[in-house]
């Protein structure tokens, strides 16, 4: 039985005042430079193949991923409070957020790079097996023997 997703209403998030917009200012700050410091390490992971090493990074990138979804939404309901800071600290915010997502930006070219290898390896492994099972006669007429084999499906364990 599929379960149906409720729509829950939008809470009005309560603004921030100065005060407490620095504090999630300087908050979210410091969680987007550790989140960019796990994603250029995770990037480097990949870069080097070791993807297991990449993987323990998922529960750290995913804790400073929603921690920094909350302060996000909680400076945009209160932009009022944080067009008030110094520019200074607006400017290291941006600065910050411009090399995380530099960072994010080449972490998913290297995904992408990742995920196509691995497709084409399995493929060329579904291809290898699908070609050792053919047959290797030949009928009357000189020509392989009945249909070209297909790729058979196949299952791979992680515990191997």
Known sequence: MLSRRRSVPAVAKPQLTIEEAADRL???SQTVARLTAVIVEETSLLKA???VAASALEARKGELS???V???GAVRASADSVAAQPAEVLEEAE???LA???ALD???AVLGVARSV???LMRGVAQELAARNAPTTYDARGGAYGRPAAAAPMTLSRRS
Do not use: C, I, P
């Open 26 to 28: 300087a908050r979210m």
């Open 49 to 51: 193949g070791k993807y």
């Open 66 to 68: 929603s921690r920094y």
């Open 70 to 72: 909350m302060d996000v």
């Open 95 to 97: 600065a910050l957020h």
């Open 100 to 102: 995380f997502r530099q």
């Open 106 to 108: 080449e972490n998913l």
């Open 118 to 120: 691995a497709e084409n």
